[in-house]
């Protein structure tokens, strides 16, 4: 527990709502308690490992005979059964494994009984280069046992050689449109460029990989201006569709500072600009993860970290009466932070309380993932490097 401490100084949010313009927006933070009980109720989660021996865990699919897919950074797929992992057979040749690069997020696709397809962001080499981040969609043999390739469903999002700033967390909408959030490989000018798809939400078709007719710019004569939902972006790691609001949240790591809860407000510019309008060629990670004296109308974030970072992660909603007080609250797991944050969220999107089980107080090292499964349960990946786990949440008896 060596930095809950701080955290709990430091657990901050901005109320907003998305029907308001930026500007009716409070210009400061408020403070948030993080407590230790929720709604007056004492609460204790059940943590069981459900297999172990993975590397960099990425990303977690649910299968609908029970199976789950977990993605792998270096270029692995598993599939669990039970408590038994298998790795499926798959061409990953062309994965290019780099820092915060490599096999990362994935869906399995809504008709996947029928179709067995589902979607993955990889970063791609060609001749021992990275040449872009891709999504690729992939058919799951009935066996279980192999995946064959598809198509390159969208290619072209940027790539930074090391493999910084990948981001790729790909989600389905209530609508099935498939949401990619993405990094800006740590370059100055790609957040706030609408041709480029780094820093970025993408809206695009699950099936296709073409923008969606009423996406915020589909006007443009630039196709990748037209997949664009949000921009402004530093690097998401996480992506959550509300049940039953449709509303999307994004988890986004900020520089040394102010990581960031945001509320996905369409044709959205989120503030980040380390080329400071273009006025220095350098990744400048001084500047404001929201710059509102640069973008006075920036979407201001729902929640930050403050001043220090906890490199947060994937994001899922907790959904099913057996959570009691902590029905429908986001979930957000991090690296840095090795733990877990549940956030309860009002109905116009405003963050209002922080809850943060002592469960995962560094307990089971940096957390990658975080999936809500057909079950009710959380699914959470570590991602530690060596013999790294899925882990099943579930609340305790």
């Known amino acids: 527990m060596r930095r ?26 408020t403070t948030v308690a993080a407590p230790t009980t929720v709604s007056g109720q004492s609460l204790a989660l059940k943590v069981d490992v459900v297999t172990g021996g993975l590397q960099h865990g990425w990303d977690v699919g649910f299968l609908p005979g029970g199976s789950i897919l977990v993605t792998q950074r270096p270029g ?20 290019w494994a780099r820092g915060e690069g490599g096999l990362m997020g ?57 493999g910084r700033h990948s981001g790729c967390r790909p989600e389905i909408a209530a609508d099935g449109a498939l949401l990619v959030g993405t990094g800006d490989t740590a370059r100055p000018d790609v957040s706030q460029d609408r041709h480029s798809l780094g820093g970025k939400v993408l809206r695009v078709d699950l099936n296709t990989g073409a923008p969606l007719p009423d996406n915020p710019f589909i006007s443009s004569a630039d196709p990748n201006e037209q997949r664009i939902y949000s921009y402004g972006h530093r690097n998401i790691q996480g992506v959550a569709v509300r049940p039953g609001t449709g509303q ?46 640069r973008f006075p109308d920036a979407v201001r974030p729902l929640w930050t970290s403050g001043d220090i970072t906890e490199a947060i992660c994937g994001a899922a909603f907790v959904s099913g009466p057996q959570w009691g007080a902590l029905d429908g609250r986001l979930a957000v797991v991090a690296l840095k932070g090795q733990k877990m944050l549940m956030f309860t969220v009002d109905q116009a999107g405003a963050v209002t309380e922080v809850y943060l089980p002592a469960e995962f107080d560094d307990t089971y090292g940096r957390l990658r993932a975080v999936r809500s499964g057909p079950d009710g349960a959380l699914y959470v990946t570590t991602s530690d490097g060596n013999d790294d786990k899925l882990l099943r949440i579930t609340p305790a008896a």
């Open 106 to 162: 994935m869906v399995v696709h809504p008709d996947f009984a029928a179709s067995r397809r589902f979607t993955t962001c990889q970063t791609h080499q060609e001749g021992g280069r990275a040449v872009d981040i891709r999504l690729v969609t992939w058919t799951l043999s009935a066996d279980e046992r192999s995946a064959t390739k598809v198509r390159d469903l969208l290619t072209g999002l940027p790539v930074n050689q090391s």
């Open 4 to 29: 809950i401490g701080a955290v709990l100084l430091a657990v901050l949010a901005v109320t907003a709502c998305s029907s308001s313009p930026a500007q009716d927006l409070p210009s400061t933070p």
């Open 248 to 293: 999307i949240f994004t988890g986004e790591h900020g520089p040394t500072f102010d990581d960031e809860i945001n509320l996905i407000r369409p044709g959205g510019n989120y503030g980040w600009d380390p080329s400071q309008g273009g006025t220095v060629d350098s990744y400048d990670e001084d500047v404001p993860m929201t710059d509102l004296q």
């Open 76 to 95: 692995r797929l598993a599939l669990v059964r039970g408590t038994a992992v298998t790795q499926v057979q798959a061409d990953f040749s062309d994965v």
